[in-house]
């Protein structure tokens, strides 16, 4: 299978469309029982001999649309970890990227409420990826330069509720809720 770059008319912009290639024709009339195997075995021949080629990554950057600034800006790929207000696993399934923050990127209080503020408008921009492998083969379509932050496995030790109440021997412990 080939990819065709086609421009479509009322848009202009470039668009990938598979071309597909047509092994044999013959009609069902040509096929009596002794040839219709031999038929098949050919074009499994034929389909096994046409294996795709290692489809090499081209850059995305070019005809994109997007600002020449974001071309060589850095991202981030990780896959984020539960947050400490609930112990489900939701939203840790996949992996993100987002954009670093920019050494002088314009960054202030906001004086009336105090909410931090930023002039990069790529900060808030964060996308999901099923695969680390997918998050990276887009990075480097767009021709983003990158760093992968491994995830970590967090370590669980057993623990049981009534270890709170046990003695031990040393000083005393006085929790206060309030």
């Known amino acids: 299978m ?8 009322p848009f202009s912009r470039l668009q ?3 071309s597909v290639t047509v092994l044999k ?12 195997a031999l038929a098949i075995k ?12 290692k489809s090499r990554i081209i850059t995305a950057d070019i005809i994109s649309g997007a600002p020449k600034e974001l071309r060589y ?3 981030r790929i990780y896959k984020p970890t539960r947050t400490a207000m609930q112990s489900g696993e939701h939203n840790t399934k996949h992996w993100r990227i987002d954009f670093d923050i920019l050494e002088g990127g314009g960054r202030w209080e906001n004086p009336l409420i105090g909410w931090a503020s930023s002039s990069d408008y790529m900060q ?9 492998e997918d998050a ?7 021709g983003w330069d990158y760093y992968v932050q491994d995830h970590i496995e967090p370590k669980f030790r057993k623990k049981v509720y ?3 109440f046990k003695y031990s021997p040393g000083k005393l412990r006085i929790i206060k809720t309030k």
Request: cysteine-free.
């Open 162 to 164: 009534a270890d709170n």
């Open 25 to 36: 024709r013959f009609s069902s009339r040509d096929l009596d029982s002794d040839s219709s």
């Open 2 to 9: 080939a990819l065709l770059f086609k421009r479509t008319f």
């Open 42 to 53: 050919e074009s499994k021949n034929e389909v096994a001999e046409t294996a795709p080629e």
């Open 136 to 142: 990276i083969y887009f990075a480097e379509k767009q």
């Open 124 to 132: 808030a921009l964060r996308l999901k990826f099923k695969s680390k």
């Open 73 to 75: 800006r850095t991202v």
């Open 16 to 18: 990938v469309v598979p």
